[in-house]
């Protein structure tokens, strides 16, 4: 073999990227569903092995009561936007509401706008929606817009299915499976139990991630969901949730979620200056979300600096399109974790960081709700070579 230049081995490690990337694109029908599946596993393996301690059950049953709640949580969520999208319907049926709409959001773009507004598009006294050329756009668009959100429907439905069956069985044979997935680096004992950390602090990194900022979103949700309430906005609650869904998303998540109750209010209200004051409200709670609660909760698991970030939003959406933006932090955060684990690797770790890690200071977890991997009830460690039960299943 010939000696490797530094241009050659940076030349491999590029192409050896880019082949990782393809081969993550061509595989997003399996890779998506099984990460995705891994991410759930990590959330609810704390809560399954609670539950079977608590109540003494099988641990096959106590998977399939987690499982069933989430699918419960989320068809509670689904049942809140169908019953939106049916109000939206019911009330897009009656004409007059149509028309009594139509005329509010003409006095507010009236009021707003630098130039006349256009007496074809926008009459100022319709009698008939007929009318409005606007509305005959929409009419035009509607039937695309729906056949293109009833197939993306179904696609969602037997991903989520799909998703579901895997978290199932990799929850309930998550022991194994991790033993396994140790054993792969080799025969040797210690490396085994390192590999073993290795993948245990990762899943404590992902989880800690996960279900702090699903209490914050929460949160979140209800304090802007009162505020879209006092305010008037006639989906309030649909608004609050799907900021709760889409602040998931760093940076980009809360200005999408901005969009709909900003027209919603300026649509709905008589007055245009009262959605400005909505934005105001809205990104006080957000800066205050960001700059203050999430630090304090998540502390230093999630301390990745904005550079980072940003790359990752920009990375993962080109390997797998908007699913790549709600799995990019749980993603980077187990590969922080992975990287500060393996000495050779750290300096990776601490460029990812926005502060500096000390060598003998492992990353801390602050108000973890469940029990970290490994840890006992006194907070002693296992043996050499060994993991706890519970540590293996939460996996």
Same mark, same amino acid.
């Given at each position: 073999?010939?000696?490797?230049t ?6 491999i ?9 393809i081969?993550?694109?061509l595989a ?9 599946a ?9 809560a399954?092995?609670?539950?079977q301690?608590?109540t ?16 419960l949580?989320?068809l509670?969520?689904?049942f809140?936007?169908s019953?939106?999208?049916?109000r ?5 049926s009656?004409?007059?509401k149509?028309?009594d709409?139509y005329?509010?959001?003409r ?18 006294n ?24 009833s197939?993306?429907s ?18 309930l044979?998550?022991?194994? /499976? @991790?033993?396994?997935?140790?054993? $792969? *680096? ?6 085994q &139990?390192?590999?073993?950390?290795? +993948? !245990? ?18 949160? /979140? @949700?209800?304090?802007m969901?009162? $505020? *879209?309430?006092?305010f008037?906005?006639?989906? &309030?609650?649909?608004?609050?949730? +799907? !900021? ?6 760093p ?11 900003f /027209?919603?209010?300026?649509i709905?209200t ?6 400005i ?12 979300e ?12 999630m301390d ?9 939003c ?9 699913t ?11 590969i922080?974790?992975?990287l ?7 300096v ?14 492992p990353?801390?977890?602050?108000l ?9 009830a ?13 540590g293996?299943?939460e996996v």
């Amino acid at each position: 073999m010939f000696p490797l230049t530094t241009a050659g081995r940076i030349g491999i490690s590029i192409g050896l990227l880019l082949a990782g990337v393809i081969a993550l694109r061509l595989a997003e029908a399996v890779v998506v569903p099984l990460l995705v599946a891994l991410l759930l596993a990590t959330v609810l393996g704390p809560a399954a092995a609670w539950l079977q301690e608590k109540t003494k059950i099988q641990w096959s049953a106590a998977c399939v009561v987690v499982i069933l709640t989430l699918v419960l949580f989320n068809l509670l969520i689904f049942f809140v936007f169908s019953g939106s999208v049916l109000r939206v319907v019911t009330r897009m049926s009656d004409e007059a509401k149509i028309i009594d709409t139509y005329k509010k959001l003409r006095n507010n773009l009236e009021k707003v706008s630098p130039v006349p507004l256009d007496e074809e598009s926008f009459p100022r006294n319709p009698v008939a929606i007929r009318e409005i050329q606007v509305f005959q756009y929409l009419n035009t668009w509607a039937p695309s817009i729906l056949r293109e959100i009833s197939m993306y429907s179904a696609n969602w439905a037997w991903q989520v299915i799909l998703i579901l069956f895997t978290t199932f069985f990799v929850l309930l044979e998550g022991k194994m /499976l @991790a033993r396994r997935f140790a054993a $792969i *680096f080799g025969p040797s004992p210690e490396v085994q &139990a390192k590999a073993t950390e290795v +993948l !245990l602090e990762m899943a404590m990194q992902v989880r800690t991630y996960l279900v702090w900022r699903t209490i914050v979103n929460l949160g /979140l @949700a209800v304090v802007m969901g009162v $505020i *879209f309430q006092m305010f008037g906005l006639s989906q &309030a609650w649909t608004w609050a949730i +799907l !900021l709760a869904i889409l602040n998931y998303i760093p940076y980009f998540g809360p200005v999408l979620a901005a969009v709909p109750p900003f /027209l919603d209010a300026f649509i709905s209200t008589e007055h245009p200056a009262v959605p400005i004051v909505i934005m105001i409200l809205y990104w006080v709670v957000i800066l205050v979300e960001g700059w203050l609660i999430v630090p304090l909760l998540m502390g230093r698991n999630m301390d990745l600096n904005a550079t980072t970030v940003m790359l990752a939003c920009l990375f993962w959406p080109l390997v797998w399109g908007p699913t790549g933006l709600f799995l990019a932090m749980p993603i980077m955060a187990g590969i922080k974790a992975v990287l500060h684990h393996v000495p050779g690797w750290r300096v990776w770790a601490d460029l990812m960081s926005s502060t500096d890690f000390k060598d003998d200071e492992p990353p801390t977890s602050p108000l973890l709700p469940f029990p970290g991997p490994g840890d006992s009830a006194n907070g002693t460690p296992p043996a050499h070579g060994q993991s706890s039960e519970t540590g293996i299943r939460e996996v």
